[in-house]
């Protein structure tokens, strides 16, 4: 149970970090909000974001819950994670790099949504949200 609500407060404390870089993104600084957003990978999965960058997409949650131990909620974490790098490289002009974290970050939502038990609202709005701009890209 402990596990549970400290990972249900990762993910809260996830979307306070997603609308502080939409609002920096917003006014322009995409520098600022990579500098939180490299800081925030260490802070919630105890790696820095150059490991998570490396995992090919389709290696991704095989690698990461197997040879890392890292739980379902980790993945949640990291999916959003993923969606923040993707729309700061959109804000840098960077599609390509943009495309992979957003690929990426489907890919995590993706399997969780087969493993999860319970049906979210929001994991599909970012699902859908995420093939528009992948489409888009």
Request: charged share 30%; net charge negative.
């Amino acid at each position: 149970m402990f596990q549970k609500d400290y990972i249900l407060r990762m993910i809260e404390m996830i979307g306070d970090l997603i609308a502080m870089i939409i609002g920096l993104l917003k006014k322009g600084d995409p520098d600022q909000a990579e500098k939180i957003l490299e800081r925030s990978y260490y802070e919630f999965l105890r790696r820095d974001a150059s490991f998570f960058q490396l995992i090919p997409k389709d290696q991704l949650t095989n690698q990461l819950l197997s040879d890392h131990n890292y739980t379902n909620g980790h993945l949640a974490v990291l999916a959003e994670l993923f969606y923040a790098e993707a729309m700061i490289n959109e804000a840098q002009n960077k599609q390509e790099n943009s495309k992979q974290y957003y690929e990426k970050s489907l890919v995590l939502l993706e399997f969780l949504e087969q493993e999860d038990k319970t049906w979210s609202a929001k994991r599909e709005e970012r699902m859908n949200l995420i093939k528009e701009k992948i489409s888009v890209l």
